[in-house]
């Protein structure tokens, strides 16, 4: 279908859009892009530039890119991909349809078609994943200036020119790496060995976890990580742009499933009503069923509650501390465990430091509340009944054992569900808070009845 079948629907918006000056930065022109219908889309960017199109598709940014180039004409989505880098390439044309992909796949030459294949090929969040094959190699045997005509030749089709790889002459191994400081400030006739680094370079697997690949290119302060098979030939680089990207957007997922909730997968304004309710619904349900475990640990306790009503004053501050230490130690162990500070094997050690910890904030907050039962029953607020002591102690130490259970239980659930093989961030807020609500309940009661039995109970 071509892009002048679509009616001109852009108003005052897009015609803005395309008369803007060069002062317009690239990341303003693709946020005025995605407030735009997929049709008006594709029109503008059919009508700008090549250039400026290219540099606007390529910047992952750009929502719909895919549904935008399926509704142009054949030849303008080939030309404007065979423009655009072979990693973004590879992204947009997996989000296509197969027969729109196969259609536009067959216009690239061998050589592109097999390095995009190549690509497409990895899994996501993997540094094969998100590299790209277009970067600046060249022989161990050439001198300083022919690297340099090397690459004035190719930098405009290159992700980055500022690493430059040195392959073995025969293998083709990587060898060192070539800062381009280093290469200017060499002798034009010395061997480009003379300027690269000292050591083995610092390289990454194609199934290396994107989180693994961070962490490298922070460790080791690098602009650009090699990716590299088992014999040390370069399969591409992943850049720290593509890694910042792609961290973005597993941040604001890992946020959403943190507040009790799927993953949205696109923009909180874009996405439909139906969308959000299915979204939200599911994890909504759950939580509340799980709630009906509160008004079940209740229900057993009827009897108690109906002798000691001033126990029930205390639900709602029993079950909110519990609650709150419980995202508290998730919250910490979930990031700990994304930035690697914690493995799997250190759950013990997490919950011998958990255990005092939750002990004393416990503590804490049980002379808080001691205190405000023994003020409030001195300054004649509240009377809590002749055994006011007892109702102050039972809240004391329950607080203890709830909050204890709640830091324990918080930091142990995101290694239980890394053990299972599932994403860590799925251990929300709510979810933990449900949990902590139930046995915070059984523990508060427990603790009533061990210490007011046969004054109270």
């Given at each position: 279908?071509n892009?002048?079948?679509?009616?001109m629907?852009?108003?005052?918006?897009?015609?803005?859009f395309?008369?803007?000056?060069?002062?317009?930065?690239?990341?303003?022109?693709?946020?005025?892009?995605?407030?735009?219908?997929?049709?008006e889309?594709?029109?503008?960017?059919?009508?700008?530039?090549?250039?400026?199109?290219?540099?606007?598709?390529?910047?992952?940014?750009?929502?719909?890119?895919?549904?935008?180039?399926e509704?142009?004409?054949?030849?303008?989505?080939?030309?404007?991909?065979?423009?655009?880098?072979?990693?973004?390439?590879?992204?947009?044309?997996?989000?296509?349809?197969?027969?729109?992909?196969?259609?536009?796949?067959?216009?690239?030459?061998?050589?592109?078609?097999?390095?995009?294949?190549?690509?497409?090929?990895?899994?996501?969040?993997?540094?094969?994943?998100?590299?790209?094959?277009?970067?600046?190699?060249?022989?161990?045997?050439?001198?300083?200036?022919?690297?340099?005509?090397?690459?004035?030749?190719?930098?405009?089709?290159r992700e980055?020119?500022?690493?430059?790889?040195v392959?073995?002459?025969?293998t083709?191994?990587?060898?060192?790496?070539?800062?381009?400081?280093?290469?200017?400030?060499?002798?034009?006739?010395?061997?480009?060995l003379?300027?690269?680094?000292?050591?083995?370079?610092?390289?990454?697997?194609?199934?290396?976890?994107?989180?693994d690949?961070?962490?490298?290119?922070?460790?080791?302060?690098?602009?650009?990580?090699?990716?590299?098979?088992?014999?040390?030939?370069?399969?591409?680089?992943?850049?720290?742009?593509?890694?910042?990207?792609?961290?973005?957007?597993?941040?604001?997922?890992?946020?959403?499933k943190?507040?009790?909730?799927?993953?949205?997968?696109?923009p909180?304004?874009?996405?439909?009503?139906?969308?959000m309710?299915?979204?939200?619904?599911g994890?909504?349900?759950?939580?509340?069923?799980?709630?009906?475990?509160t008004?079940?640990?209740?229900q057993?306790?009827?009897?108690?509650l109906?002798?000691?009503?001033?126990?029930?004053?205390?639900?709602p501050?029993?079950?909110?501390?519990g609650?709150?230490?419980?995202?508290?130690?998730?919250?910490?162990?979930?990031?700990?465990?994304?930035?690697?500070?914690?493995?799997?094997?250190?759950?013990?050690?997490?919950?011998?430091?958990?255990?005092?910890?939750?002990?004393?904030?416990?503590?804490?907050?049980?002379?808080?509340?001691?205190?405000?039962?023994?003020?409030?029953?001195?300054?004649?607020?509240?009377?809590?009944?002749?055994?006011?002591?007892?109702?102050?102690?039972?809240?004391?130490?329950?607080?203890?054992?709830?909050?204890?259970?709640?830091?324990?239980?918080?930091?142990?659930?995101?290694?239980?569900?890394?053990?299972?093989?599932?994403?860590?961030a799925?251990?929300?807020?709510?979810?933990?808070?449900?949990?902590?609500?139930?046995?915070?309940?059984?523990?508060?009661?427990?603790?009533?009845?061990?210490?007011?039995?046969?004054?109270?109970?």
């Amino acid at each position: 279908m071509n892009i002048n079948s679509f009616p001109m629907r852009a108003g005052n918006a897009a015609r803005a859009f395309i008369n803007n000056n060069r002062a317009v930065t690239i990341a303003e022109r693709v946020e005025s892009l995605n407030v735009l219908d997929v049709g008006e889309a594709a029109r503008i960017l059919a009508k700008m530039p090549e250039e400026r199109a290219v540099r606007i598709l390529d910047r992952p940014e750009l929502r719909n890119a895919s549904k935008i180039l399926e509704v142009m004409g054949n030849a303008d989505a080939s030309r404007l991909l065979h423009g655009m880098s072979n990693d973004r390439v590879a992204d947009v044309l997996l989000e296509m349809d197969i027969d729109t992909r196969a259609r536009l796949f067959a216009t690239f030459d061998e050589h592109a078609r097999q390095a995009i294949q190549g690509l497409m090929g990895y899994p996501p969040r993997t540094a094969g994943g998100i590299m790209t094959t277009e970067f600046v190699s060249v022989l161990a045997s050439w001198t300083v200036a022919q690297t340099l005509d090397h690459v004035r030749q190719v930098e405009r089709s290159r992700e980055t020119v500022y690493a430059i790889y040195v392959l073995d002459d025969e293998t083709h191994v990587l060898l060192h790496v070539v800062t381009l400081r280093r290469l200017i400030t060499g002798e034009p006739d010395a061997c480009i060995l003379t300027v690269a680094q000292k050591g083995t370079p610092v390289t990454a697997p194609p199934l290396m976890k994107q989180e693994d690949v961070a962490r490298l290119i922070r460790r080791h302060d690098l602009l650009a990580l090699p990716v590299v098979d088992d014999k040390g030939h370069m399969l591409g680089i992943v850049t720290v742009d593509d890694v910042i990207d792609t961290m973005i957007a597993d941040t604001t997922e890992d946020a959403q499933k943190f507040g009790g909730m799927e993953a949205l997968g696109q923009p909180y304004m874009k996405i439909s009503f139906g969308g959000m309710i299915r979204k939200r619904a599911g994890w909504l349900a759950a939580l509340f069923l799980g709630e009906m475990l509160t008004a079940s640990a209740m229900q057993h306790f009827e009897g108690e509650l109906e002798k000691a009503v001033v126990l029930t004053l205390f639900i709602p501050l029993i079950m909110s501390s519990g609650g709150n230490s419980g995202s508290q130690a998730t919250s910490l162990i979930i990031r700990a465990l994304a930035l690697g500070e914690l493995k799997l094997a250190d759950w013990w050690r997490v919950a011998l430091r958990e255990l005092p910890t939750g002990i004393v904030l416990g503590a804490i907050l049980g002379l808080v509340g001691f205190a405000r039962i023994v003020l409030w029953q001195t300054i004649g607020l509240f009377d809590y009944g002749p055994h006011w002591q007892l109702v102050a102690f039972t809240v004391f130490a329950a607080l203890i054992g709830i909050v204890t259970f709640g830091s324990l239980a918080g930091s142990m659930l995101p290694f239980v569900l890394q053990k299972l093989r599932l994403d860590p961030a799925s251990a929300s807020a709510p979810f933990v808070a449900t949990l902590v609500d139930v046995t915070g309940l059984v523990i508060y009661f427990s603790v009533a009845l061990m210490i007011l039995s046969g004054t109270m109970l």
